[in-house]
Nanobody, 121 residues
Framework: VQLQASGGGLVQAGGSLRLSCAAS????????MGWFRQAPGKEREFVAG????????NYADSVKGRFTISRDNRKDTVYLQMNSLKPEDTAVYYC???????????????WGQGTLVTVSS
């Protein structure tokens, strides 16, 4: 499956952005989907995950209550709605697809190219 992330940009602290990740290739609905991010000089980290139906989601503590992951299997797309953004949310955001629900990036087999989110103070 090929993944294409979009929606990044520059936003002021407290603002919102919605990231999208469009999938093509193998059946999207079979995959668990996740969003990860990598800030400058830091390791890539898990942000949010969603199961195949959208009925189960999981979030990093740092984004709980501010970010919402969702998916539309009819459009082969997963979203990350980011509200109340903080400067520490600045990072390249990656979407990923895997066959197992996990926070571990090693269990995601397909990755998008990343989209940059910059939050100014």
């Amino acid at each position: 499956v090929q993944l294409q992330a979009s929606g990044g940009g520059l936003v002021q602290a407290g603002g919102s952005l919605r990231l999208s990740c469009a999938a093509s290739g193998r059946s999207f609905s079979y995959y668990f989907m996740g969003w990860f991010r990598q800030a400058p000089g830091k390791e890539r980290e898990f942000v949010a995950g969603i199961n195949w139906s959208g009925g189960f989601t999981n979030y990093a503590d740092s984004v709980k209550g501010r970010f919402t992951i969702s998916r539309d299997n009819r459009k082969d797309t997963v979203y990350l709605q980011m509200n109340s953004l903080k400067p520490e949310d600045t990072a390249v955001y990656y979407c990923a697809a895997g066959v197992q629900f996990s926070t571990r990036e090693s269990l995601y087999h397909y990755w998008g190219q990343g989209t940059l989110v910059t939050v100014s103070s």
